[in-house]
T-cell receptor, first 112, second 116 residues
Framework: QKEVEQDPGPLSVPEGAIVSLNCTYS??????FMWYRQYSRKGPELLMY????GNKEDGRFTAQVDKSSKYISLFIRDSQPSDSATYLC????????????FGKGNQVVVIP | NAGVTQTPKFQVLKTGQSMTLQCAQD?????MYWYRQDPGMGLRLIYY???????DKGEVPNGYNVSRLNKREFSLRLESAAPSQTSVYFC???????????????FGAGSRLTVL
C-alpha cells in the first residue's frame, strides 16, 4: 500500500459546481496536511495546510482532515475556470527526515 | 520578486552525457530541495539541503549529485544520464528545515529533461 493514495482523475465539472478531492494515507504519524495547486507547466504552490484534525476554510476553499479514518479532503465551492489545475495532497510528520509524502495529484477541469 | 529560479527550462541529452541543473532563490531561505515529477508517480525528493554546507539524500538519489554552493544556490548534477532520468525537475526552498505547515515550500517553474 502506498503511503498516500490520490485518485489522479481527471475530474471535469461545470463552472459553479462544487469540486471534491480527497486523499487517503497509511502513516498514522502524519500531522501536517497540505494541498498544493499546480497549473500546467508551472511549479506547485501551497493552497492550504492544516495541522492535525479538523476543518480550515479560506474563501472558496475548505480543507478537512479526519485522522481516525486517515482521510483528507479539499472542497472548492463555486468553481471557476481559473481553478482548472492539478491538485496535490502532501503530508508530513512532526519528526524524522525532511520529507513530504505527496499524492500523485488530481487533475481538475472546470468547464465554462 | 523572482522567488526560485531554475535553469535551463528545457534540455535534451543523449544517454551517458552529463549536465547540471541550476537553482537559485532570493528569499534568504535556509533549506533547499530537488524533486522530480513523473506521470503516475507524483513528486519524489531526490536530495535536500537543510542549511548551507549540508546535503542529504531523499527518496531517489541514485544517479544524481548535488552541491549547495552558497545559501542561495543548489545545483543538481547528472553524471551519466539515463533514459529513466527523463522527468520534470523542480527545485524548492523553505525558510526553515521542515517543509510542512507554515514552513512553506516555494517551487521553481521546473526543468524538463529528456534523455534519449
Amino acid at each position: 500500500q502506498k503511503e498516500v493514495e490520490q485518485d489522479p482523475g481527471p475530474l471535469s465539472v461545470p463552472e459553479g459546481a462544487i469540486v471534491s478531492l480527497n486523499c487517503t494515507y497509511s502513516n498514522s504519524a502524519f500531522q501536517y496536511f497540505m494541498w498544493y495547486r499546480q497549473y500546467s507547466r508551472k511549479g506547485p504552490e501551497l493552497l492550504m495546510y492544516t495541522y492535525s484534525s479538523g476543518n480550515k476554510e479560506d474563501g472558496r476553499f475548505t480543507a478537512q482532515v479526519d485522522k481516525s479514518s486517515k482521510y483528507i479532503s479539499l472542497f472548492i465551492r463555486d468553481s471557476q475556470p481559473s481553478d482548472s489545475a492539478t491538485y496535490l495532497c502532501a503530508m508530513s510528520g512532526l519528526y524524522g527526515n525532511n520529507r513530504l509524502a505527496f499524492g500523485k495529484g488530481n487533475q481538475v477541469v472546470v468547464i465554462p | 520578486n523572482a522567488g526560485v529560479t531554475q535553469t535551463p527550462k528545457f534540455q535534451v541529452l543523449k544517454t551517458g552525457q552529463s549536465m547540471t541543473l541550476q537553482c537559485a532563490q532570493d528569499m534568504n531561505h535556509n533549506s533547499m530541495y530537488w524533486y522530480r515529477q513523473d506521470p503516475g508517480m507524483g513528486l519524489r525528493l531526490i536530495y535536500y539541503s537543510a542549511s548551507e554546507g549540508t546535503t542529504d539524500k531523499g527518496e531517489v538519489p541514485n544517479g544524481y549529485n548535488v552541491s549547495r554552493l552558497n545559501k542561495r544556490e543548489f545545483s543538481l548534477r547528472l553524471e551519466s544520464a539515463a533514459p529513466s532520468q527523463t522527468s520534470v525537475y523542480f527545485c524548492a526552498s523553505t525558510p526553515g528545515a521542515r517543509p510542512a505547515g507554515a514552513n512553506v515550500l516555494t517551487f521553481g517553474a521546473g526543468s524538463r529533461l529528456t534523455v534519449l
